[in-house]
């Protein structure tokens, strides 16, 4: 006969047959004082000393982001008018203010949407304006468009955003108060 075990059947077996793992001697004392020195402020005097550090890293940060913002702001031109005024090229062309409405639009439709938490009926409402805009899109891709169709379409699709824009600002302004955007079921006799 050998003096060898047989080898285990599974995996409890092999795992039973481990020996037990001894702590380190002095190991929970250890553990202790290191507690303790939490718990009366050693440790906490280091991260005390490091505050000033990380305040100034930040000021400083938050100082290289609004200066150049803020020297970028032209002072003679008040903010609404900078946003709000369609370019000096042709201002008695309506194609180009609603190409420009439009494109302002989408950008404050790109600030606004939040899709990370949605509601079904949410979901459904802001579906039903992106489709209508994308129905008004193909119909503008469509070649040979006379001029009074395209203002027509331009004028539709700038209406779409308008409209799914404070959709989704209605709904990121309910979700900062803690409400959601459902409709009502209503039975009407």
Do not use: C, K
Request: hydrophobic fraction near 45%; avoid cysteine; charge should be negative.
């Amino acid at each position: 006969m050998s003096d060898h075990p047989s080898p285990p059947r599974d995996w409890s077996q092999a795992f039973a047959a481990l020996p037990p793992e001894a702590p380190p001697p002095g190991g929970w004392h250890a553990l202790s004082a290191r507690l303790d020195a939490r718990v009366h402020g050693v440790v906490r005097s280091r991260r005390r000393a490091r505050w000033p550090l990380w305040a100034a890293g930040a000021m400083a940060l938050s100082l290289a982001v609004a200066l150049p913002w803020r020297m970028a702001i032209d002072p003679a031109t008040p903010p609404a008018m900078a946003v709000t005024q369609p370019p000096a090229t042709s201002p008695a062309d309506p194609l180009e203010q609603l190409y420009f409405e439009s494109a302002q639009l989408e950008a404050l439709l790109a600030v606004a949407r939040d899709d990370r938490v949605s509601s079904a009926t949410a979901a459904v409402l802001a579906e039903a304006y992106e489709e209508r805009l994308a129905a008004i899109d193909a119909a503008l891709a469509r070649p040979g468009l006379d001029r009074e169709t395209q203002v027509a379409l331009w004028q539709q699709r700038v209406e779409g955003l308008r409209s799914l824009t404070g959709f989704e600002s209605n709904r990121r302004w309910l979700a900062a108060q803690g409400t959601r955007y459902d409709g009502a079921l209503v039975l009407v006799d």
